[in-house]
């Protein structure tokens, strides 16, 4: 290879790609999109027969673009071959081109990233200027992987504006005027020798996404991109769809009522992009600040002169109200328009990325709460709103998948009848394949296993989707009607069975891999088929909200979360009617008094006319007739119940040499701590900087994470650990809160026991930190593991107490919609009853849901592959649930926490006085209270 990186044109990948026929295309396709591993799992998915396929691969092998030297597992006979790309048959250059910004990366033909590097770039001057400045990156990567030993096959490029993909231009781009028809293709092609391919950033951006991403395997998926414009990406069976003339998705020229007088950057007035891109929150910031509407962007707009898109973001994050109103009525816009976008495309999932979606959690759960509410209950049932899973590398990736998918595919439409003909074929080869499939737009059918792209992480930030005394439906709030305790009755027989019943769940969240692995064993058991569409966290908030305000028939059952409840007590069936009907209870072990006491009373048990008064006898065995008696109702049975669990390195504790120094330097034994005290002296002893080793994890950043550790805090040195008690009265500075918060502050900064960055830290944070080594304790919900670079063994305990245990939990409740008709909630009840089970929970304890019954407990502590997989992870969880608390019982929760959790993070962080600080907290808090219709009051 040439320093410039030209290559030979006679690359078998370029004369001869995927053997120069359809069905090799078809079997190449399938190798390389990840379809199918084997030759009999090709001859499945293409409807080609088992002579042709193996053909096609011998050739596909022949020519280097193929391997097949690794064997899967045998299930009887000799071990098939798995086949995969050859990654290093050649390279690829991939291009990202932001307004400001620029990535460069050659990948291989697998589409890994070999290397990367990225710079700054003016994209508003004349095209000549910034591609010189482009290729120059470009050959100082190509010269910093000389030695990669394979060949530049070819080069893709996303820009920031529309292109004219088969013309390889940009047309008209209104934020680089200068690029208007300029042959950016052929540039490229001329210097390089190889050739490229040009398009829309924001459908780069999709196809990796498509490729790699949160869409993938979505057979209709939408990527948004909000930055300095805005675009979306709209795919279709893992292709984009570019339009008749390449600008389909150009959403952001889309014209906003409210924009009358607002002049876009493309000549036209009122285009959602002025209103609500990058350029117009950063105006807005400004504005703010001039006014004296936040002081953190004063500061800022006063050190540098102006403000951007990322600064609201990131005060947003960090509490400001006047950065969370410009964002909220950014996504507010955004959302409106998506709304039509869905009704129109009904796509499975949509990913918003782009610099103004660093603000997260919280931006985009505006953009739900408008999408949900504005859209119709079909197009949303199965709907995912979620961050690009790519985040900023989205870009890069979808360049490299641009080139990889335009050699693979050197004349697509010469073999498009062909090729529609072999889908065809492959359509009909599946449809006989049984009933075990995926449900494409994430759901699960009944006697199918979870294969969809639920989200990884199990952090999340409920903050901005702060729940409301009814939900948002259409701009306007839904009252929902009163209900007389105990009015509600269940048919006193069943009714016809309905073939099958849908299920609202929350994914890794509640563990949705647990629910699908029990599906066959109730369709045996029951003969009812259940359709689970598993949801995020916040899109799953937002969708029963949305659902139960309508009264959607939709879904037969929700899953609903500890904070959502207060809110809708008047929307959800009472359950104490159906628990004590003999007649619906047949072939059912329901025995409500195997329940953890706190778990249920905590999670189900409500006053419909008084949501936020907890259960007066929260510690008396479970009695349906008594919870009557008392006012109350059960509203659902609780399915998954987390607690925050400490777990230990083992490995350390345990070692003779690190024994033997404990006790010489505190002159006792080594011990896991069972006190904060006892807890500060083992993770001083253990925190060693040089090492890269700290004492132990804290979950320090602004959310539901520092509010966690906070009141778990609170409650252990002897305070109201929901913080706001059944009184409203609010608890974060009275003495024993401060003595919780100063402690905690000062693990962080006086002690330095935890890595550098506790004060942005998440669930998933601490768990990470853990899993690589770093921390010799941690406290967090779920199991934790080890890196596999890291050799030891892990063991739980309580979190520690100061007077008393008291661990944050949450947990999980499956409820029935009021709105249904009888016969159906009696099925959906007799569903719930079994899902709930000790029987069911003792089933999925291998997947990892954390029981609520105690024979479910009782079962995996006999367990020996449970104990094998999670050690005693289990037998701690019990003992934490049974002395645990849970949250106060307020309508628009994350709303009213929020300023307790930027209160914390002040202090850890040292931006903040902790006492002061908090009493100012606890007043705002009164504030928010009083302005949602409760009399708080400073505890």
Known sequence: MSPTGRVSKRHPLLSQAAAGTASGQAVLDAIRLGRARTRREIAVHT????????????????LGLVDDSEHTLSTGGRAPRRLRIRGESGGILAVDVGV??????????????????????????EPEEALAHIVSLMDEVVGATAEAGSDILGIGMGLPGPVAFDEGVAV???????????????????????????????????????????????????????????????????????????CAGDVGHIQVSEGENERCRCGKLGCLEALAGGAAIGRAAVQAAERGESAMLEELLASRGVLSAEDVARCAQRGDAACMHILDHAAELIGSMLATVVNTLNPA?????????????????GIRRQVYGRSLPLATRSLRIDPCELAGQSGVIGATWLAIDGIYTKDPSARASERRKILASSARSQAKGGNMHEDQQGGLQSGGNSQGTELSRRGFLKGAAALSAGAVVGGKMMSYPRLRVGASRPAATLGPKPTSLSMLYAGNQSDGAAIAAVLPMLKHDLGVDVVVTNLAYDALQQKTFAQLAT??????????????TPTLTHVLEPLTPYLTNSSLNKGISIDVGDFIPKVFYDTTVYNVNQPSKHYPHAGAMVDPKAIVKNGFEILGLPIQANALTMAYRKDLFESATEKAKFKAKYGRELAVPVTWDEFLQVAQFFTRPSSKLYGTTLMAGVGDWDIDDFKTFVGSFGGDGHLINDQFGVTVSTPEAMAALQFYVDLIRKYRVTPPGATSAS??????????????MTMNYSPQSLSSNVSGSIGYAMVPKKVTNAPHFGTWQLSIPMAKDSNTKAWAYRVIAWLTSGKAQTAMLTQELHPTRNSAFAAAHKSAAVTKSFGNFYP????????????ARVKDYSQVTQPIAVGVNNAASGSGSPKPDMVKTASGVVKVLNSLGYHGSVA
Not at 225 to 231: A, D, F, Q, R, S
Not at 349 to 365: E, S
Request: with cysteine; hydrophobic share 45%.
């Open 47 to 62: 409807g080609l027969s088992a002579s042709i396929v193996a053909r096609r691969v011998d050739e596909l092998i022949s």
């Open 100 to 125: 400001s910004g620029l990535k460069v990366a050659r990948s291989d033909m697998a589409g890994r990233i070999l290397h990367q590097r990225e710079a700054s770039l003016d994209i508003d001057v």
């Open 172 to 246: 008209a781009p209104p934020l680089m005027p200068a690029w208007d028809g300029y042959p950016v293709r052929s540039y490229l092609e001329d210097r390089y020798g190889v050739p490229a391919w040009i398009d829309n950033d924001v459908n780069v951006m999709a196809l990796g996404e498509v490729r790699a991403g949160g869409l993938k395997e979505c057979r209709v998926g939408i990527a948004v991109k909000v930055g300095t414009g805005i675009g979306a990406g709209v795919t279709v069976d893992g292709t984009i769809l570019r339009g008749a003339e390449g």
């Open 349 to 365: 999932k949509v990913v918003i990325g782009g610099g103004v979606a660093q603000a997260g959690d919280f931006f985009i759960a």
């Open 551 to 564: 009264s959607s028939p939709a879904y037969d059952i929700f899953v609903c979360d500890t904070p959502w």
């Open 763 to 776: 669930w998933d944070t601490a768990g990470s930190l853990f899993s690589s080594g770093q921390t010799a």
């Open 876 to 887: 701690i969880l019990q003992q934490s649930l049974a002395s645990g608390v849970g949250r």
